[in-house]
């Protein structure tokens, strides 16, 4: 077994656990057991040496010395059977004892001669004794508020010890034994546990980026190794889905700048073929030139969606009043558009409206979904730019302070071109994607701008959709949240 493995490190914990659980258990059930029998021991001691202690006051004094075991027979109708009886008088001499005592006597320690002297008990255990282990008990008994003499009432601690020997050598051979089988038993869980991890580790082995179609099969029952295949199919659509927009990003980055270079070596090899009249080859400089400038602008467009990509661009905020901006901007493509005799208008809300962002990248987004509807907009249509304000509630309010509407600036850019087709819309944000090519590349299009844009709003946090009908005109809807007055603009 590899001892580095999950399964072993599963075993080794479960084991561990149940071994600590095990042993405090056994543990405290010796000393459970252990304090009963010595308690039962010593209220079995104290009961006697107390009973001892009420007749020597009063009839026992009529038995003179003679055998202890005889006079409590005969006084109490007592046999203490197994117990060891011993009388001091207040100075420690030995007065009577029992029969079973004979010729020896039962120790007692300075400590609790001096608590008897006092008049309190002490309890002891010896195994001075022969090789018998006992338990005493020194029970002072007291006349006229002096201590007139002292019990000692011992019984054997060989059942005792029998008991807790026999329930220690059993915890010491089952304990091992119950963790050796739930080693067993928890190897085998482990193995049951994670053998859906290997399938997964397997299947996962062989998807590679030529592959990523290839799915983990999923589990019927519905548990954390069920939730663990779900995120890595879902892992493996969204790396899938990446790989294949790189494909396609690459595939259609390689034909705009193949189209132009194929134009720009197509003319200098025409124009090499024979000597031309100077104005021939201006015409060939421009034309070379309009290719160069649209190779220019792909490769800035590409450049900036890079950067944009990992993180390096930042943009720099700060309050633009949209009502403002949006006129100001609006004056200026009117000159655009007035070749193609567009009007471009614009609804206006009547409330000032502030958002939070970057003036420059601002600009590039309308400038880009107004130039887009100037381009798509036949000669002497229109185009609409609508500015309102809206509210709509939090996603996942947290407090109840995070139930209030968020608000939003909306900026709806409506021309009256020629449209987008249904399943286009969904792919019109798309790097490259143009609805019609060759028309796009006429107009000097390089299918980058509505990435760029899409860009720009989800930077600052809002959102960009489009409705459109073929032949009727398309609406670029902004949606950019507007900070919280009360709050700041935390939210940025």
Avoid at 170 to 180: D, E, G, Q, R
Avoid at 217 to 238: A, H, P, Y
Wanted: hydrophobic content about 40%.
């Amino acid at each position: 077994m590899d001892f580095r493995s999950l399964r072993f490190k599963l075993t080794l914990w479960y084991v561990l656990i149940l071994g600590v659980l095990l042993i405090s258990f056994s543990g405290l059930l010796y000393l459970t057991l252990s304090r009963s029998l010595y308690r039962d021991v010593d209220h079995k001691l104290r009961s006697l040496a107390e009973l001892i202690a009420t007749e020597s006051t009063s009839p026992l004094n009529k038995f003179g010395f003679g055998n202890i075991d005889q006079t409590l027979e005969a006084a109490m109708n007592l046999k203490p059977v197994g117990k060891f009886i011993q009388v001091l008088d207040e100075s420690g001499r030995i007065g009577r004892k029992s029969e079973n005592l004979k010729n020896v006597r039962l120790p007692i320690s300075l400590q609790a001669l001096r608590n008897a002297s006092n008049g309190s008990i002490s309890y002891e255990t010896t195994h001075s004794f022969g090789n018998t282990p006992l338990r005493i008990i020194t029970y002072p008994v007291k006349e006229n508020n002096q201590v007139a003499k002292i019990i000692q009432v011992a019984s054997s601690l060989e059942d005792v010890e029998d008991a807790l020997n026999t329930l220690f050598v059993i915890l010491a051979v089952t304990v091992p034994s119950i963790l050796m089988i739930a080693s067993l038993g928890g190897l085998f869980l482990a193995n049951k546990a994670l053998k859906p991890v290997d399938r997964i580790t397997q299947t996962a082995r062989m998807i590679t980026s030529r592959n990523l179609n290839q799915r983990i099969q999923t589990l019927k029952v519905k548990d954390e190794i069920s939730r663990l295949v779900d995120t890595f199919n879902e892992m493996i659509s969204r790396l899938d889905h990446s790989f294949r927009q790189i494909k396609q990003f690459t595939a259609d980055a390689s034909h705009e700048l193949k189209t132009p270079l194929t134009i720009l070596k197509g003319e200098v090899e025409v124009t090499l073929r024979k000597k031309r009249m100077p104005h021939e080859y201006e015409q060939i400089l421009v034309s070379n030139l309009e290719e160069i400038n649209r190779m220019s602008k792909i490769v800035e467009d590409l450049l900036l969606l890079s950067r944009a990509d990992i993180g390096e661009i930042r943009l720099n905020k700060e309050d633009i009043h949209l009502n403002r901006f949006i006129q100001g901007l609006t004056e200026q493509m009117k000159i655009l558009a007035q070749p193609k005799n567009i009007r471009i208008e614009i609804s206006n809300h009547q409330e000032e409206i502030h958002v939070f962002g970057d003036a420059l990248r601002m600009r590039e987004l309308f400038i880009n979904l107004i130039e887009n509807g100037i381009k798509y907009t036949e000669e002497g249509g229109s185009i609409l730019i609508t500015l309102t304000q809206e509210a709509e509630p939090p996603a996942h309010p947290l407090t109840p302070a995070d139930k209030r509407p968020v608000h939003f600036a909306k900026v709806i850019v409506t021309d009256t071109g020629i449209g987008i087709a249904k399943d286009d819309q969904e792919r019109i944000f798309n790097r490259f994607f143009r609805v019609d090519k060759a028309r796009s590349r006429e107009q000097g299009g390089s299918g980058l701008g509505l990435s760029i844009c899409r860009w720009i709003v989800e930077a600052h946090q809002g959102d960009i959709t489009v409705k459109s009908e073929p032949g009727k005109g398309s609406s670029f809807i902004v949606r950019l949240p507007i900070p919280n007055q009360e709050q700041g603009m935390v939210n940025y």
